[in-house]
């Protein structure tokens, strides 16, 4: 690991909790830029593209890509190939069968040496599979809906209109950009080590990434989003000496698997609470035989009232800032479970693979910085720091220890995730004026030299 590297993975809570407190309060605004020929030229060229551009999403949005329609997904992936082809860009697809989800479609162009490359980061994939009532692109104004109209197939739309924009203006050319798409975003295939192997080592290869997920606002006013907490489902099973009810509580029998799990959890609530850490308790179960189904979605149990509780599960999950503090939570639930409880023959939690988080370093939130200089030659008001608490995890996450970055690039939405899901048309717009510019920025400068 690079010594640049390693200093973002070592960087503690309270560090990050500092640099939250500090954006909070509001650094300098950076002095305005004017916009260049070239910029002026991307901003009328969003504009006049628009049409196109909401073409382009209504045809991705009306094929239906939920995580699990492999075919569905490589459809999306043979609509979008085309687009970055008149751009100039290269097509390589990453097939994911040993997952079992499609792939990952990364579409490279090649610029000038010497000077930075951006790793952009969206998704092709929805939370909508073929059985979903909700299927269709209706646009009614400024509004459109559909599914993935803003999570992601909105980010895509930005994303090309933006190189679009720069290829007009001609700060694309030099450019050293790829665009990772993956296939299983909304449910990452496993193992997802294996899953996001080539994001990981794609970011390992960048300087900058920019992921075009939904931008947040809050009060009306758009954010800035520079961290993202880590989501980690766990799995705790217990075991206790069972028999007639009429012996609980006494020190032969003991309490039972139930009173013991149920103890454990309250001691989670307990004991672990902290800023920027949430712990979820969602499925619990317990009797004579207790179990969770293989698709980690459902608890059962049978027994009896005058039954001790021989067995207890419990599934929940842990969202942490920092990767300091995740281990530690990890560290106390593991503590926790082993403590001892009257009648408990074996207690274990297990944790999933789940996404990492993404820490608020210095680094993205020179990033916020730089995007803000765009703002102001856009005439915008400067984007604050979103509370990472407001937003959950996704795949920049599982690169965000080995690149500066930042989160939600791509236009505004509500009511994702359901048939609500609705895009405010006008920010496709916004999105693109701030990426191309930003972009074109990015891209003129100098790689920093290997340390």
Do not use: C
């Amino acid at each position: 690991m690079e010594k640049g590297q390693f200093m973002r993975a070592k960087m503690g809570f309270v560090a990050a909790l500092a640099l939250i407190a500090g954006a909070a309060r509001g650094a300098p605004p950076p002095p305005p830029l004017a916009a260049t020929p070239a910029e002026r030229a991307m901003i009328a060229t969003v504009d006049a593209e628009r049409a196109r551009t909401l073409t382009l999403l209504e045809t991705m949005v009306n094929q239906n890509s939920g995580s699990r329609n492999s075919e569905g997904v490589r459809k999306v992936r043979d609509m979008v190939i085309p687009q970055f082809a008149a751009l100039g860009f290269s097509a390589r697809w990453i097939a994911m069968d040993q997952t079992g989800r499609a792939g990952h479609l990364v579409l490279t162009h090649k610029g000038r040496k010497g000077l930075k490359k951006l790793l952009l980061i969206g998704h092709l994939d929805t939370v909508f599979e073929p059985d979903s009532p909700f299927q269709r692109y209706v646009l009614e104004g400024d509004k459109a809906r559909g599914p993935g109209v803003g999570d992601d197939k909105g980010g895509i739309a930005v994303i090309v209109a933006a190189l679009r924009a720069m290829q007009k203006a001609g700060t694309l050319q030099g450019a050293n950009i790829e665009v990772f798409l993956t296939g299983d975003e909304e449910e990452a295939g496993h193992p997802v080590d294996v899953a996001r192997a080539d994001l990981v080592a794609a970011a390992r290869a960048a300087h900058v990434a920019l992921d075009f997920e939904g931008l947040s606002r809050e009060d009306g006013k758009d954010m800035g989003s520079i961290a993202r907490r880590s989501s980690q489902s766990w799995t705790l099973q217990v075991e206790a000496r069972s028999g007639h009810s009429s012996g609980v509580w006494s020190e032969r029998a003991g309490d039972g698997a139930i009173y013991a799990a149920a103890r454990i959890v309250t001691a989670f609530r307990d004991e672990l609470p902290e800023p920027y850490l949430t712990l979820n308790t969602g499925l619990i179960a317990g009797g004579a035989q207790a179990e969770v189904a293989d698709d980690n979605a459902h608890v059962s149990a049978a027994g009896k009232t005058n039954i001790i509780a021989g067995k207890a599960v419990a599934r929940g999950d842990l969202r942490t800032l920092s990767p300091e503090q995740n281990a530690a939570a990890m560290r106390k639930m593991h503590t926790i479970v082993a403590r001892g409880y009257p009648g408990v023959t074996s207690a274990t939690i297990t944790f999933s693979e789940g996404y990492p988080p993404m820490a608020p370093t210095d680094g993205n939130r020179a990033l916020l910085d730089r995007l803000n200089a765009v703002n102001a030659t856009l005439g915008l008001p400067p984007m604050a720091p979103l509370d990472p608490m407001k937003r959950g995890a996704g795949d920049i996450s599982f690169v965000a220890a080995e690149i500066d970055g930042l989160v939600g690039l791509g236009p505004y939405s509500t009511g994702d995730h359901s048939p609500a899901e609705t895009l405010d048309v006008p920010s496709l717009w916004t999105q693109a004026k701030r990426a191309a510019l930003l972009m074109s920025r990015l891209a003129a400068e100098k790689a920093p030299t290997a340390q």
